[in-house]
Nanobody, 126 residues
Framework: QVQLVESGGGLVQAGDSLRLSCAASGRTFSSSAMAWFRQAPGKEREFVAGISWRSAGDTYYADSVKGRFTISRDNAKNTVDLQMNSLKPEDTAVYSC??????????????????WGQGTQVTVSS
């Protein structure tokens, strides 16, 4: 059974940092693009950051987090992390990791991902 489990969320103050981690199990995800999405109350789910499966590890970020967030993956551990620095109250949301099918391309569209975690809450107070 394929499973993605996020961890690392919590309550922090503006300007603080958090590191989210997503552990995948059930199969290897070394050939899958991985991404983080978030959904704030009353808003639609939005793409945050993604990383391809290719050896170059191409990454892509939403403009709202560029320069503050960094996505990385460890294929040996089947994990993908999201380092979040300089957090702002508007970053408050449930953060979920997602994975494509094997050889799936990196995309900002949530429909391009086949596997999803349950999400972890990130709350940033002002």
């Amino acid at each position: 059974q394929v499973q993605l489990v996020e961890s690392g969320g919590g309550l922090v103050q503006a300007g603080d940092s958090l590191r989210l981690s997503c552990a995948a199990s059930g199969r290897t995800f070394s050939s899958s693009a991985m991404a983080w999405f978030r959904q704030a109350p009353g808003k639609e789910r939005e793409f945050v950051a993604g990383i391809s499966w290719r050896s170059a590890g191409d990454t892509y970020y939403a403009d709202s987090v560029k320069g503050r967030f960094t996505i990385s993956r460890d294929n040996a551990k089947n994990t993908v992390d999201l380092q979040m620095n300089s957090l702002k109250p508007e970053d408050t949301a449930v953060y979920s990791c997602a994975a494509t099918r094997p050889l799936g391309g990196l995309t900002m569209a949530s429909g391009g991902y086949n596997y999803w975690g349950q999400g972890t809450q990130v709350t940033v107070s002002s």
